[in-house]
C-alpha cells in the first residue's frame, strides 16, 4: 500500500484558510433575546459558516493551541467564536506555548472508567465542576465530553474514556458528571451518538444490531444523560449505524433523540465525521467540526440549487446561535488564565482513590504498622499511567506520582538495590524504544518497557530484607485503535515475574500485592492466586501513586466497584466473536473522515468485499453484555460486575418499599459492621417476569452510596428508578413493554452477591409506543451462545 503521510500541520492550515473572510455591513448585534432578527440579517453564507466549524485549532497560531475547534464568528453582528477542547478526564490543550513563558497545566483526573467505579454520582458531579472550572478559568467554553458509549468489548480501545458496561450506571455517572460541568456554565458535548463501540476502521465501520439492543443498551446511556442533565451539545459518531452514517440520520436526531428524549440542545459531527456535509444539516446534525471547505461549497449550492431548504439550515443556525449566547466568552468573561491546580490535585487524589477496587485480599491490606520496607517490581511502578491516550488526553499529565514517590511520601522505604536495578533497566529500554527520544505528544499508546525479572538469587535476598513486595501491571490504550488478544492477557514476563516473585516472598512468609494500572480489564484467572492481594486502580489520573497508596495504607478504605466483569478468558463474553481482535488497523491520526482507506496492507490486497469486524461489526450478542450474559447463561467470571471489597464489613436490612403508577422505591439500612469507616455501594437489580420476551436474569436500575460510615454506624438509602425502566424492548412493534408479573427487586454488594430480596407485583401489563427507527437493512442472526 502506498503510505500517505499528511502532516498534522498542513492539514490544520487546509481546514482554516477558508474560513479568514468577514462580511462587513451593519446588522443586529447578538443577544440572547434576538436570534431570529440576526439570522434575518444574516448572508446566506454566513450561515453556511455558522454551521461549519474553523478547522482544528491545534496550531501554534491559534487562540487556544491544542485544542479541538471553535465555531465561527461574525463580528459584524456580534457573534464571537466558541472554543471547544477535548475531554473527559482533562481539558486537552497545549501545556506551553510559543513566546510565552507562562504554562498552561490542566489537571489530568481519573479516568471515565474510575469515576464509573466509584458508584458515586456526587464524586461524578465533583470532577465535572472542577473540569467546568479549569476551561473557564482558561477562557474557553465547551467541554467536549462526556463519552458515553457502552463498553460491549474488552478490547475497544476507547473503554478508558467510557463509563461502564451498563447503561443505567453508564447514564447516571454521566449525567452527574455533565451537572457538574455546566454548574460552571461551561457547556458540555455528550458524546459519541452512537454504537460506537469499537476504533478498529472508526470512520466507515457499520455497526449492526437489532433494535431491542439498540434502545436496551447503546441507546439508553444516552436517553439518561440527555434526561438527567441537558448537556449543551450532542457528538454524532464517526460509524453508521444500520447502514447510515451517525451524523445523516434525521431518525436517530430527530426522531429519537429531539421528538422522543425532548433534547434542547446543539448536536454536532465528531471530527471530519461522514461523508455528506448536506444529509448532515437535513438530519439535524447541526454542526460540522472542525468544517471542511467541500462542506462549506455542498452546502452553500445545495440551498441555491433547492436541494436544501433554507429552513433547514435555519433551523441549525439558530441551535448554534442558541449554544453561543449560553458561553463565557459571549459573556466577555475575563478569565484569569490559570486555575486552582493545587485543589484540583487534592479532588484526582481523592477520587483517584474512591474509584479504586479492591479485587482480592486474604488478610494482607490494609498494609499493617510493621510494613516499613516495600520490595517494588513491575515496569508499571517506576512509570505510572495516569489515563489513556487520544485527543483527550496525552496519558501523561504535568507530572505523575509514581508508586516510589506515592510509598515514600507515605513514610515507607524502598529497596534501593532493587531500585537501582529497574532505574537502570527503565532508561536502557527507554533508549531502546525511543533512540530519537520519547515524543511529547503522542494520539496512540506508546509502546511500554518489557518486564524486568531479577535473579532466583536476588530476588531471595530481597524478599528478606523487605517486609512486602508490590508488584504494578499496567496498560494503556487511546484512540483510533483497539487492543488486542496479546493486551488483554499477560506477556510470558510479567506471569513469570508474578509467579517468582510470588515463590520468593512466599518462601519467606511475606506477601504479594499485585496492583493493576490499566485502561481495561486484563487476564487474571490464571495468576491471581499467586498473589495475596489484589487491587485494581484502573487509570486515577496524575496523583496515580498517591491514590493507590492511601489505599495500600489503610488511610482510605476501597470502596470502588467494577463497572464491567473480568471474565477468565477472551472469547468468553459473546460479542468477542463480533469484534476485530486479531486485526490491524493502520489510519494516521489525522488521516480520519478523510476519505481514504486505511486497511491493513494484507487484506487491501483483496477484492473491495465488505470485511466483517472491519467494514461492518454484528452485534449477534443482543442485550447479552457483561453481566447481563455472564449471569444469565451462569457462566463463571474471574471478577463479577459490581464487585469490590472493602476493609470493614456491611449489613443491609430492606427499611420499606413501594411502587405507584410511574416510581419505585426500596430503602435500604446499611449498617458498617466491622471495625473500620468505610463506605458502602448498593447496587438495585431487578429480574422481570418472562412476559413474551427471554429477560436477563438481572438487570441494574438504580445504585447509591453511603457516606464514611464509622464501625457501629448504619445509613437509610433511598434507590428510586421508574416503572417504565423494568420493561424491555419488543422489536416486533417498537414499544417498550411492561409484562404483568412478578418482579425481582435485589439490594446487593455486586451483581453476584444479593443481600436482600422483595417481590412485587405488576397487575396490568403496559405498552408505550416509540418511533419505528434505526431498524437492521440486513438479518442479524442470535449467536450461539446466547439461544435458550
Ligand atoms: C474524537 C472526539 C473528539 C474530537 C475532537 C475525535 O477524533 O473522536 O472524541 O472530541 O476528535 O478532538
Not at 458515553?148 to 478508558?160: A, D, E, I, Q, T
Not at 458524546?191 to 472508526?202: L, W
Not at 477520587?351 to 520496607?373: H, K, S
Not at 537502570?424 to 527520544?437: I, V, Y
Amino acid at each position: 500500500m502506498k503510505k500517505v503521510f499528511i502532516p498534522l500541520c498542513s492539514l490544520c492550515v487546509a481546514l482554516t484558510v477558508y474560513s479568514q473572510s468577514v462580511p462587513t455591513t451593519d446588522g443586529p448585534t447578538l443577544r440572547a433575546d434576538n436570534i431570529d432578527e440576526v439570522i434575518s440579517a444574516m448572508t446566506l453564507e454566513e450561515k453556511v459558516h455558522l454551521v461549519i466549524g474553523c478547522g482544528m485549532s491545534m496550531g501554534s497560531d491559534s487562540k487556544f493551541p491544542g485544542t479541538a475547534g471553535r465555531t465561527y464568528d461574525i463580528p459584524r453582528l456580534g457573534i464571537p467564536s466558541v472554543y471547544l477542547a477535548d475531554g473527559p478526564h482533562r481539558l486537552a490543550m497545549a501545556s506551553k506555548r510559543e513566546f510565552d513563558s507562562h504554562t498552561y497545566y490542566a489537571t489530568e483526573f481519573p479516568s471515565s472508567t474510575t469515576v464509573a467505579a466509584t458508584f458515586d454520582t456526587k464524586a461524578a458531579f465533583q470532577i465535572g465542576q472542577t473540569l467546568g472550572t479549569e476551561v473557564k478559568d482558561y477562557g474557553m467554553d465547551v467541554l467536549l465530553a462526556p463519552g458515553v458509549n457502552l463498553m460491549r468489548n474488552v478490547l475497544c480501545g476507547r473503554n478508558h474514556e467510557y463509563y461502564a458496561e451498563d447503561p443505567v450506571l453508564v447514564g447516571k455517572i454521566a449525567a452527574a458528571y455533565i451537572n457538574g460541568v455546566q454548574s460552571e456554565g461551561t457547556g458540555t458535548c455528550l458524546k459519541h451518538f452512537a454504537v460506537n463501540n469499537q476504533e478498529t476502521n472508526r470512520n466507515n465501520n457499520d455497526s449492526q444490531l437489532t433494535t431491542r439492543p439498540l434502545r436496551e443498551l447503546y441507546l439508553k446511556c444516552f436517553e439518561i444523560a440527555v434526561k438527567e442533565s441537558q448537556p449543551w451539545s450532542i457528538m454524532t459518531a464517526y460509524n453508521k449505524v444500520n447502514g447510515k452514517y451517525t451524523c445523516e440520520d434525521r431518525e436517530l436526531t430527530e426522531d429519537i433523540l429531539r421528538e422522543e428524549w425532548g433534547f434542547k440542545g446543539l448536536v454536532m459531527s465528531d471530527w471530519n465525521a461522514g461523508k455528506d456535509a448536506v444529509a448532515s444539516i437535513a438530519a439535524g446534525n447541526d454542526m460540522l467540526q472542525p468544517g471542511q471547505e467541500r462542506q462549506y461549497n455542498a452546502i452553500l449550492e445545495a440551498v441555491k440549487d433547492g436541494t436544501l431548504d433554507e429552513n433547514l439550515l435555519n433551523i441549525s443556525v439558530k441551535r448554534v446561535l442558541e449554544f453561543v449566547v449560553k458561553t463565557h466568552t459571549f459573556a466577555g468573561y475575563d478569565y484569569p488564565n490559570e486555575t486552582d491546580l493545587k485543589a484540583h490535585a487534592q479532588i484526582d487524589r481523592q477520587i483517584g482513590a474512591e474509584g479504586i477496587v479492591l479485587l482480592d485480599n486474604r488478610n494482607t491490606l490494609p498494609m499493617d504498622g510493621n510494613i516499613r520496607q516495600v520490595g517494588l517490581y513491575g515496569t508499571t511502578s517506576y512509570d505510572m499511567i495516569p489515563a489513556g491516550m487520544g485527543f483527550g488526553s496525552t496519558g501523561y499529565g504535568y507530572y505523575t506520582v509514581s508508586m516510589v514517590e506515592g510509598l515514600r511520601n507515605a513514610g515507607y522505604t524502598l529497596d534501593k538495590g532493587l531500585l537501582d536495578s529497574y532505574k537502570k533497566h527503565q532508561a536502557d529500554e527507554q533508549k531502546r524504544l525511543f533512540p530519537q527520544g520519547r515524543p511529547p505528544f503522542s494520539f496512540t499508546p506508546l509502546p511500554r518497557a518489557d518486564e524486568f525479572i531479577p535473579t532466583a538469587d536476588e530476588l531471595v535476598a530481597q524478599a528478606k530484607v523487605n517486609d512486602i513486595a508490590i508488584l504494578t501491571l499496567g496498560r494503556v490504550s487511546g484512540e483510533g485503535c483497539d487492543r488486542k488478544i496479546e493486551d488483554f492477557n499477560l506477556t510470558d514476563k510479567e506471569s513469570e515475574l508474578i509467579k517468582k516473585v510470588s515463590s520468593a516472598y512466599h518462601a519467606a512468609g511475606k506477601k504479594l500485592v499485585v496492583i493493576l494500572n490499566i485502561c481495561s480489564p486484563i487476564e487474571t484467572a490464571s495468576w491471581k492466586e499467586q498473589a495475596d492481594a489484589i487491587v485494581c486502580a484502573f487509570q486515577p489520573g496524575q496523583e496515580v501513586g498517591n491514590s493507590i497508596v492511601d489505599i495500600l495504607s489503610g488511610k482510605m478504605n476501597p470502596s470502588g466497584k467494577l463497572p464491567m466483569t473480568f471474565a477468565i478468558k477472551y472469547g468468553d463474553a459473546p460479542s468477542d466473536a463480533n469484534f476485530p481482535f486479531d486485526y490491524t488497523f493502520k489510519m494516521p491520526s489525522f488521516a480520519m473522515g478523510t476519505g481514504m482507506n486505511f486497511k491493513s496492507d494484507k487484506k487491501e490486497t483483496k477484492p473491495q468485499e465488505p470485511e466483517q469486524n472491519v467494514d461492518y461489526t454484528l452485534y449477534e450478542e443482543g442485550i447479552y453484555v457483561g453481566y447481563r450474559y455472564f449471569d444469565t447463561f451462569e457462566k463463571e467470571v474471574s471478577y463479577p460486575f459490581g464487585h469490590g471489597l472493602s476493609y470493614t464489613t456491611f449489613a443491609y436490612t430492606i427499611e420499606e418499599v413501594n411502587m405507584n403508577d410511574d416510581r419505585c422505591c426500596m430503602k435500604v439500612n446499611v449498617k458498617n459492621t466491622g471495625k473500620t469507616a468505610g463506605r458502602e455501594v448498593v447496587q438495585l437489580y431487578v429480574k422481570a417476569p418472562k412476559g413474551s420476551m427471554h429477560k436477563p436474569s438481572k438487570e441494574l436500575k438504580a445504585f447509591d452510596k453511603t457516606r464514611l460510615l464509622n464501625p457501629g454506624e448504619s445509613q437509610t438509602l433511598t434507590l428510586e428508578w421508574n416503572v417504565m425502566d423494568m420493561a424491555s424492548f419488543n422489536e416486533q412493534n417498537s414499544s417498550w413493554e411492561l409484562a404483568k408479573g412478578e418482579y425481582l427487586w435485589m439490594a446487593a454488594a455486586s451483581s453476584a452477591d444479593v443481600r436482600c430480596t422483595t417481590t412485587q407485583k405488576i397487575t396490568k401489563a403496559r405498552k408505550q409506543k416509540v418511533h419505528n427507527a434505526m431498524r437492521p437493512q440486513v438479518s442479524i442472526s442470535v449467536h450461539p451462545i446466547v439461544k435458550r
